[in-house]
């Protein structure tokens, strides 16, 4: 026996079948890859406002927080959270939230982001100021 013999019709058709299957298989991977470059890229990753997410977070106390809760507002790491600890151990408590302003690092700006989630007394007012008298 010579080891290869000539293939029949049905063995042509079936390797012609499976050839056209895998260039077909072929175009489709490469279409999904090509996909993104297209344009048709989904965006995944999505700034939502912390309102969104969890609403109800009480207020911290400035005058008892540590620097894992100070760290819990927006805008306020470990490094200012320190300097917030700092300003209260070097002056006393917070008599109100505005003192917070006094501390390196937070202006108007930021304070106007965290005066709803901070308080200087133990019953969760915030910042009610100039209101009503």
């Known amino acids: 026996m010579s080891g290869w013999r000539k293939p029949t019709k049905g063995e042509l058709v079936l390797l012609g079948l499976t050839a056209v299957?895998?260039?077909?298989?072929?175009?489709?991977?490469?279409?999904?890859?090509?996909?993104?470059?297209?344009?048709?890229?989904?965006?995944?990753?999505?700034?939502?406002?912390r309102e969104e997410i969890a609403p109800d977070f009480p207020p911290v106390n400035l005058n008892t927080a540590g620097v894992e809760e100070l760290d819990s507002l927006p805008?306020?790491?470990?490094?200012?959270?320190?300097?917030?600890?700092?300003?209260?151990?070097?002056?006393?408590?917070?008599?109100?939230?505005?003192?917070?302003?006094?501390?390196s690092g937070i202006g108007e700006a930021k304070f106007a982001?965290?005066?709803?989630?901070?308080?200087?007394?133990?019953?969760?007012?915030?910042?009610?100021e100039n209101s009503g008298g």
């Open 21 to 49: 299957f895998l260039c077909a298989l072929a175009g489709l991977s490469a279409q999904d890859r090509a996909a993104p470059e297209a344009g048709a890229v989904i965006e995944t990753e999505v700034t939502v406002p």
């Open 113 to 128: 982001e965290l005066k709803d989630r901070i308080t200087v007394d133990g019953e969760g007012e915030t910042a009610n």
């Open 75 to 103: 805008g306020i790491g470990e490094s200012l959270a320190g300097r917030i600890i700092a300003w209260r151990e070097a002056n006393g408590p917070f008599e109100n939230i505005e003192q917070i302003m006094e501390v």
